[in-house]
């Protein structure tokens, strides 16, 4: 697989610059690949590239060309749904010291909710919990998450903001199984 970098990424990641931090991660070329290649960017985003995450659910991205020098961030669950609209000067935010807290004010209309699995259809119910799963990133084996659903409804997730779980439910067809309170 080949995919276009732009230079000012290319650049940084040649002066062998720091990567990891406390509040996120910038990747190597071999990262961009792998995450390009999961998060199925050729289908849902091909314009864009991953560089780096938040140590959450989102994803740093610049425009796969080769001139680009600005970054945007992107929920990972919109990827393909929506399009980035902030962009920022890749060089000057890393020069200032980077800070991965893209989102630190919180807004009292999108709060944190509680995401619940409300219903599973008596067909297809492992295949409904595997898009449930994938959809909002669930670190529990389809196992755990089959027993948690055998009583329900059942709490899968407390850390998406009211917007984020908005999303994520309708660009993955899931209102008749999860909803939010």
Known sequence: MSIIVPNVYLKFLSDNQQRIFDDGVLYDYEEILERYETLEFAEYAKELIPIGNDNGDYELVMKASEEETRFAVIDQGALGTVKPKSWKDFSKWYSKGPKFDFFSSVSIDNPIVSIYIKALPEDNRVKVLLQIKKAFVLEMST?????????????????????????????????DWVAYK
Do not use: F, M, T
């Open 143 to 175: 196992s755990e998450l089959l027993k948690l659903a055998s009583n329900l409804p059942c709490i899968i997730s407390n850390k998406y903001y009211r917007a984020q779980a908005e999303g994520r439910i309708k660009d993955n067809n899931l209102q």
